[in-house]
């Protein structure tokens, strides 16, 4: 298969071809300090999992539009701290959206309020998820797992409430584990999840946390997203233990991350 593949590339080149450019999924995470927002661009699908902060939203638009997203098929909403919903308002207004998932439950902040508003604004459909769901976008196979935990506004427990995705891609997964962190993450852990992936997003910006490595060990990715900054860098024994697992960490405290898979590998593109 190898010699016919080259022997196709050099009478593309002889007769002035160029073959046909491979189509995949481009995963980029944004450099928007200690928040987050990735986007996952494939089959002419868009989907946003969470927005930055208040503050962020132009800068994401730019970038939208800087790779050519004229439209957002999702927006995944993961919970409703200020550094997921934050700069909603501000894309919704930029950019249509077509639907929007969110997690089952209110919060009394100005933000959440700025969001609420948002999405009556532009009638955007909004799906609660209160139970595990699947659907399909193009190639791409989406389950999205909502917390089993309740939320306590005295407690401000906003990140176990976070929504967890996992996407298949043809052969390869990804987990983007938002703030999911305590009783939560540990259920992940020692529960039925199928949390084994080949790009995961280390939940809570870099955070160490006790199951950690266990979460890793489960999930034996070969990369993993870390949305940190340098104010607010990723703890030391995460990036020790990632380091320690040979696990490549790509920091938003370096800049945007960009991926792209073909649905069989995981390749980082020299942009």
């Given at each position: 298969?190898?010699?016919?593949?080259?022997?196709?590339?050099?009478?593309?080149?002889?007769?002035?071809?160029?073959?046909?450019?491979?189509?995949?999924?481009?995963?980029?995470?944004?450099?928007?300090?200690?928040?987050?927002?990735?986007?996952?661009?494939?089959?002419?699908?868009?989907?946003?999992?969470?927005?930055?902060?208040?503050?962020?939203?132009?800068?994401?638009?730019?970038?939208?539009?800087?790779?050519?997203?004229?439209?957002?098929?999702?927006?995944?909403?993961?919970?409703?701290?200020?550094?997921?919903?934050?700069?909603?308002?501000?894309?919704?207004?930029?950019?249509?959206?077509?639907?929007?998932?969110?997690?089952?439950?209110?919060?009394?902040?100005?933000?959440?309020?700025?969001?609420?508003?948002?999405?009556?604004?532009?009638?955007?459909?909004?799906?609660?998820?209160?139970?595990?769901?699947?659907?399909?976008?193009?190639?791409?196979?989406?389950?999205?797992?909502?917390?089993?935990?309740?939320?306590?506004?005295?407690?401000?427990?906003?990140?176990?409430?976070?929504?967890?995705?996992?996407?298949?891609?043809?052969?390869?997964?990804?987990?983007?584990?938002?703030?999911?962190?305590?009783?939560?993450?540990?259920?992940?852990?020692?529960?039925?999840?199928?949390?084994?992936?080949?790009?995961?997003?280390?939940?809570?910006?870099?955070?160490?946390?006790?199951?950690l490595p266990v979460l890793l060990?489960?999930?034996?990715?070969?990369?993993?997203?870390?949305?940190?900054?340098?104010?607010?860098?990723?703890?030391?024994?995460?990036?020790?233990?990632?380091?320690?697992?040979?696990?490549?960490?790509?920091?938003?405290?370096?800049?945007?991350?960009?991926?792209?898979?073909?649905?069989?590998?995981?390749?980082?593109?020299?942009?």
């Open positions: 298969m190898k010699i016919i593949f080259s022997i196709f590339i050099c009478l593309a080149m002889l007769f002035g071809c160029t073959p046909a450019p491979v189509k995949g999924m481009d995963i980029y995470t944004f450099s928007v300090g200690k928040a987050d927002c990735s986007l996952m661009s494939f089959d002419g699908y868009n989907v946003l999992i969470d927005t930055g902060e208040e503050d962020d939203g132009d800068e994401i638009l730019e970038a939208l539009h800087r790779l050519e997203i004229e439209k957002l098929d999702l927006v995944i909403l993961t919970h409703f701290d200020k550094d997921h919903i934050g700069g909603f308002p501000e894309i919704s207004d930029g950019i249509p959206i077509d639907k929007v998932i969110l997690p089952d439950y209110v919060r009394d902040s100005d933000l959440y309020s700025a969001m609420t508003a948002a999405l009556e604004t532009h009638a955007i459909p909004a799906e609660r998820l209160a139970l595990d769901t699947s659907f399909s976008l193009g190639r791409a196979v989406f389950d999205v797992w909502p917390s089993t935990k309740t939320y306590n506004p005295e407690k401000g427990n906003d990140n176990q409430m976070s929504l967890v995705t996992r996407v298949a891609f043809g052969q390869v997964r990804l987990l983007f584990l938002a703030d999911a962190e305590g009783g939560w993450l540990k259920e992940l852990c020692y529960s039925t999840y199928e949390l084994g992936c080949d790009i995961i997003k280390i939940p809570c910006h870099g955070k160490w946390q006790k199951n060990t489960l999930s034996l990715p070969q990369y993993a997203i870390i949305t940190d900054s340098d104010k607010n860098p990723a703890a030391v024994d995460t990036l020790d233990t990632l380091s320690a697992m040979e696990i490549t960490a790509l920091r938003t405290a370096d800049g945007d991350v960009h991926l792209f898979t073909d649905g069989q590998t995981v390749t980082i593109p020299k942009d």
